[in-house]
T-cell receptor, first 113, second 111 residues
Framework: NAGVTQTPKFQVLKTGQSMTLQCAQD?????MYWYRQDPGMGLRLIYY???????DKGEVPNGYNVSRLNKREFSLRLESAAPSQTSVYFC????????????FGPGTRLTVL | DAKTTQPTSMDCAEGRAANLPCNHS???????VYWYRQIHSQGPQYIIH???NNETNEMASLIITEDRKSSTLILPHATLRDTAVYYC????????????FGKGTTLSVSS
């Protein structure tokens, strides 16, 4: 049981390049989330997917797109990267039980030059 | 979700109890108090949650005031490994509801 996994761990892009951040969970959770964390700040919600086939915007969705490929996988795409998107990106999923505990991946550290 | 207020930073000596306060004066009746922590560069980790009763698990205790307007997370015997940012979050417990993070409290445990 790997929990929530993210790839890649590190990435450097040039302004205008595109890339997709991958996230997968093996806990059979319905809900998945993408957050970003800038230095010295708390996490901010980018997009979320309450269930397979649905996605919704969070607090800071501009410049991003998401795909809930299946129940396990939730990807985040940057179509045209900008320096303002330099951040650490965390994927998470929530268990569907009375605890509602949210599990986080190890993060992807993205630098846009 | 209700807004929470936490001190920016706190210090604690190793082996002593760390008491982290959180104010959530606008909490609604169906909102739970959750605590997470984030050790440097890692993803946040769940600690504990509660509605109105005090809760205890292997990591910590959660004390919620009777009017539910504030709570305290207690780490009974802090270790150096407990140095982290601690987030107090108030939210309804509903499928698909995301956690909304503030800036949290940076706890520094020293020997």
């Amino acid at each position: 049981n790997a929990g929530v996994t993210q790839t890649p761990k590190f990435q450097v892009l040039k302004t205008g390049q595109s890339m997709t951040l991958q996230c997968a969970q093996d806990m059979n959770h319905n809900s998945m989330y993408w957050y970003r964390q800038d230095p010295g700040m708390g996490l901010r919600l980018i997009y979320y997917s309450a269930s397979e086939g649905t996605t919704d915007k969070g607090e800071v969705p501009n410049g991003y797109n998401v795909s809930r490929l299946n129940k396990r996988e939730f990807s985040l795409r940057l179509e045209s990267a900008a320096p303002s998107q330099t951040s650490v990106y965390f994927c998470a999923s929530i268990e569907d039980s009375e605890y509602n505990e949210q599990f986080f991946g190890p993060g992807t550290r993205l630098t846009v030059l | 979700d209700a807004k929470t207020t936490q001190p920016t930073s706190m210090d604690c000596a190793e082996g002593r109890a760390a008491n982290l306060p959180c104010n959530h004066s606008t909490i609604s009746g169906n909102e739970y108090v959750y605590w997470y922590r984030q050790i440097h560069s890692q993803g946040p980790q769940y600690i504990i949650h509660g509605l109105k009763n005090n809760e205890t698990n292997e990591m910590a205790s959660l004390i919620i005031t009777e009017d539910r307007k504030s709570s305290t997370l207690i780490l009974p015997h802090a270790t150096l490994r407990d140095t982290a940012v601690y987030y107090c979050i108030v939210r309804v417990r509903q499928a698909g509801t995301a956690l909304i993070f503030g800036k949290g409290t940076t706890l520094s445990v020293s020997s």
